[in-house]
Nanobody
Framework: QHVESGGGLVQAGESLTLSCATYGANFTDYAIAWFRQAPEKEREGLSC????????AYADSVKGRFTISRDNNKKMTYLQINSLIPEDTGIYYC?????????????????WGQGTQVTVSS
């Protein structure tokens, strides 16, 4: 089970860090990814961190502004977003799959949180 937090209403140009708490799993068996669903758009994969946090993966659209990290002791995953723009508005989800970040496709992730809303005003 995943529970996201940290969303809210922010101004363009600001930074935000989202958190994903994981319960009831052997955390280091799973890669954790962040996804975003913007209004009237399909859910898209943003970034993934594999079991021990090495070599995270990023979608091209967020490279340089988004940073993913994980704390295996706390079973927490984070997504830092810098220089927020209105296009970052959406519901942010964390999700997990076994072991590796070989994909950012929605259908390849089995376990999902309920999401946290991020709204960026211009």
């Amino acid at each position: 089970q995943h529970v996201e937090s940290g969303g809210g209403l922010v101004q363009a140009g600001e930074s935000l860090t989202l958190s994903c708490a994981t319960y009831g799993a052997n955390f280091t068996d799973y890669a954790i990814a962040w996804f975003r669903q913007a209004p009237e758009k399909e859910r898209e994969g943003l970034s993934c961190t594999a079991q021990f946090g090495k070599s995270p993966a990023y979608a091209d659209s967020v490279k340089g502004r988004f940073t993913i990290s994980r704390d295996n002791n706390k079973k927490m995953t984070y997504l830092q977003i810098n220089s927020l723009i209105p296009e970052d508005t959406g519901i942010y989800y964390c999700a997990s799959r076994r072991y590796l970040c070989s994909t950012l496709r929605v259908e390849d992730y089995a376990y999902w949180g309920q999401g946290t809303q991020v709204t960026v005003s211009s």
